[in-house]
Structures are given as structure tokens and as C-alpha cells.
């Protein structure tokens, strides 16, 4: 969430180093969710673990390739 706030006040079009650092920072609680989900063998736990991970790297990731475009451009 942080890191879309971040990219909120720079501009989601300029994209935000910082806010994809932070962004994909987010991967990691929802990898410790991962590993609880595998523990208690419970797929709705692992389910939204996985989704929050993909989302957290997806964002982080389009921040970091938007500033880096807005930097050659």
C-alpha cells in the first residue's frame, strides 16, 4: 500500500524508485503468509498469500520500468 501512495503523489505516470522498492517490500509478509498457508495446509490462506505476492513484485516492478522509461524519454 505504501508504495502506492508513494507513486500516487509522485505521479503513476513518472513511476517512483522508492515506491517500487517499497512496493515489492510487500512481497515479504506475504511470503511469511505463504509458508503458514503450506504449514496449516489450509488453499485459502496460500491463495491470497500467492495473489499478494504476485501483486506486490507487479507493482513494484511497473514504478521501477516507468521511472526508468521516464528517465530515458
Do not use: D, F
Amino acid at each position: 500500500m505504501l508504495g502506492l501512495v508513494i507513486a500516487a503523489i509522485q505521479g503513476i505516470g513518472n513511476g517512483s524508485i522508492t515506491g517500487g522498492i517499497i512496493a515489492a517490500l510487500g512481497a515479504v509478509p506475504a511470503c511469511y503468509g505463504m509458508w503458514k498457508g503450506i504449514q496449516q495446509e489450509t488453499q485459502g490462506t496460500l491463495a491470497i498469500s500467492v495473489s499478494a505476492v504476485l501483486l506486490s513484485l507487479a507493482v513494484g516492478a511497473i514504478l521501477i520500468i516507468l521511472r526508468v522509461i521516464h528517465w530515458v524519454s
